[in-house]
Nanobody, 127 residues
Framework: QVQLVESGGGLVQAGRSLRLSCAAS????????MGWFRQAPGKEREFVAA????????YYADSVKGRFTISRDNAKNTVYLQMNSLKPEDTAGYYC????????????????????WGQGTQVTVSS
């Protein structure tokens, strides 16, 4: 099983950028599909972005498409979420997920997440 630790969250003004990181432990990281999810207070968890085990395929929620970019460095056991043009509605706890099923990113994003979760990192965007 993979253990995940997120970092990079913080308080930023609308229109600015943040880069989240998710560091994974475990020798099989490179075989996992990875995803980012978020949850705002009083709301359900929602999918943000997913990336295939190789990094060659990605999928995004419509709400972040064109603003966020997911990437991974399997040599560093790390997945990233570059968030540009942040909006107040992006405010949430952001969580990293490692799915051992290695689903295609679109199927991963549209399905029920499975596998390991990190503890989350808070992103707050002020207007």
């Amino acid at each position: 099983q993979v253990q995940l630790v997120e970092s990079g969250g913080g308080l930023v003004q609308a229109g600015r950028s943040l880069r989240l990181s998710c560091a994974a432990s475990g020798r099989t990281f490179g075989s996992y599909a990875m995803g980012w999810f978020r949850q705002a207070p009083g709301k359900e968890r929602e999918f943000v972005a997913a990336i295939s085990w190789s990094g060659g395929s990605t999928y995004y929620a419509d709400s972040v498409k064109g603003r966020f970019t997911i990437s991974r460095d399997n040599a560093k056991n790390t997945v990233y979420l570059q968030m540009n043009s942040l909006k107040p509605e992006d405010t949430a706890g952001y969580y990293c997920n490692a799915d051992p099923r290695a689903l295609p990113p679109r199927e991963y994003g549209l399905g029920i997440p499975f596998g390991s979760w990190g503890q989350g990192t808070q992103v707050t965007v002020s207007s």
